[in-house]
């Protein structure tokens, strides 16, 4: 019998991945332009999350979203509205945003001139936990609405999320969703995670988060 | 309003995949190897007809497999069993084989000392035909259990295979299945593809499938 060679491709796919992600962290902290990649569930407030946060830190950074989106420029619009550059990756039906597409969506950015850089990811609590993007940080956001059970059922995220966004409080008093679990839970899978709770309509705690990532902002560039 | 940038990522992977497409074909071309990129359903008899393929041609053209699978070797070794070199890609659950996977398939072959290598896609009737792999030829087998309407329903297969297989004719009297409605479709799709009837389990109609790749290699190793 002739020899058989087994090629993994996912595990070879993820690291090609993962070396294109380190290489665009490299440039991005060599022209000093901080990324933080956005995720959640379809409509959990992450285009919201990120009008609020333009409006707290404009007038300190210069800011630009990468915005993606299986088909419409809805959000890209929106961000555009306020005076920041947007790019919209419109991606098909691709479910998550890899290194390759953050490349792409870069490009047309002239990075130096960036403080900051905020990519909203595509709207799924599973596929973008596997791909690095090449951010420095990530962050997630859980809405009231989803349920507290979330964390058992999409850990990975949790983990490597750097900041948990509860959203959607206002939505307390109706929901059967206890903070106290989804922060403990959080807290077990990913020990270093540093939870909000926010309402991205009324604004509610949105001062906390914007502080936070303010904090990280300063520290990166200060390095 | 800053301006919005739009990229369209569906295309512009597609287009970096066909680009490492052509190259891979321009590779092969110069060494003289041909490559056949196999596709049905799951079950329909991809590895039977290259097992076939391989008792028909092995003693004319050294011939090597690139089995492409979710999570088995199990084709691999069948193949293997047959004295001819495999190479196994476990996808992890890519739902199809594009350029980058078949050029680390080829990675381990000595190509110049091949003349045939054949891909066994991964069993779907959908993404395996939008993705260029760097074949000369595709072919793809519609076996009868599966029904006549999938012309209808999977167009896009059918216009981008160079041959057609029917396979599994002897469930014709069983089954309520046309061949010559299937030919009709499949040649208003595709005017030039060539259609074979066979049986994978019996050998029947084996002989004008290889006569019909033969010629396809002997014109190609003529060039």
Redesign the interface.
Known sequence: ?????????????LS?NKHLADEIRHCLTRDKTFMLNLMSSPGSGKTSLILRTIEKLKGEFRIAVIE?DIDS?VD??KV??R????????????CHVDA??VE??LK?LDVKELDLVIIENVGNLVCPAGSDTGAHKNAMILSVPEGDDKPLKYPRMFQVSDALVVNKIDYLHAADFSVQAVKQQAMFLNPDVVVFETCCRTGEGIDSWSHWLETQLLDFLAC
């Open positions: 019998m002739e020899d058989i060679r087994l090629i993994e491709i996912k595990e070879a796919i090609e993606a420029m890209a619009e555009a509205a005076g920041v550059r947007a790019v919209q990756l419109r991606t098909g039906g691709f390759r597409m792409k969506g047309p």
